[in-house]
């Protein structure tokens, strides 16, 4: 028998194409590829596991349930070792769930059938979900489209809260300041403006600084005429930053708090630690500036 094709179309699609086993050789086809259409679950699993023997079949029939919402990949660990080492299998059965790629959610052992149905169901994607990912995909490249997909993605779930975080900061993008000012109230009265978003809440004052500052252009030809003007060079340095070219607008903010460190340097300082929290703790531009506002602050 032929290969099932993971990229078939869900009309087009038989009980065949929702379960199969997979060998290295096609991993990158049956498996990861195929996640970026619907979650792949995948059964690391062995013939001499006798809760390997118990979970298969159950978990067979669970995912056949869905009817191709979700697939199932087996791959013997006894014979593809090198897949069962690249994702750190310890321990059999292990059961992962891989969707655009990634390792989502997983488990090890047996499980009842309604676990399997309850864990399917989780890791399934809702409309809101897939209309969500539509439009990240969107976001840099068309952000008026982009925008469509996540006003339906809340349509199916007014509450999807990644959708509603991705909303708020394409409006900042589109100069939209008012209405992503609205989303972010919201989020900020149940609490999930500080936990799930609080570079949203940055990125927002950046927007708004920026705004009050000018376009980069004409405060960059305001600064060019008058290089010691301090307003000037913190002006181009906020709009710099709400622009997403943070090096230079760091650069040139640091340079205000070091030249103005009680005036002009606090607004300075405050669009500096905003950009730090869009940019997040793991980038090289926030480590070397946090350390650089810090020597001129202290």
Known sequence: MDDP???SS???????????????DQFERKVLAASREVPIVVDFHATWCQPC??????????????????????????????????YQVQALPTVLAIFQGEVIEGFQGMQTEPQLAAWLDRIIPSEADLRYQEGMKLFKEDPEEAQACFRIALQADEKHLPTRIALAKLLVKRGRLD????IADTLQATGDLEYHAPD????????KQAQAAGSVEDCRARYQENPEDLQAKLHLGQALLATEQFEEGLQLCLEVVQEDKKGLGQPAKESMVHAFQVLGNESDLVFAFRSKLSSALF
């Open 5 to 7: 094709s993971p990229q």
């Open 10 to 24: 869900p009309s087009s699609e038989t009980q065949t194409d929702w379960v199969y086993d997979v060998t290295i």
């Open 53 to 86: 023997l118990m979970l298969g079949p159950v978990l067979e029939q669970a995912v056949m349930e869905k009817a191709g919402q979700v697939r199932l990949a087996k791959i013997n660990s006894d014979e593809e070792p090198e897949l069962a080492a690249r």
């Open 179 to 182: 209405q992503a000012q609205e």
């Open 200 to 207: 949203l809440a940055a990125t927002l004052a950046l927007a």
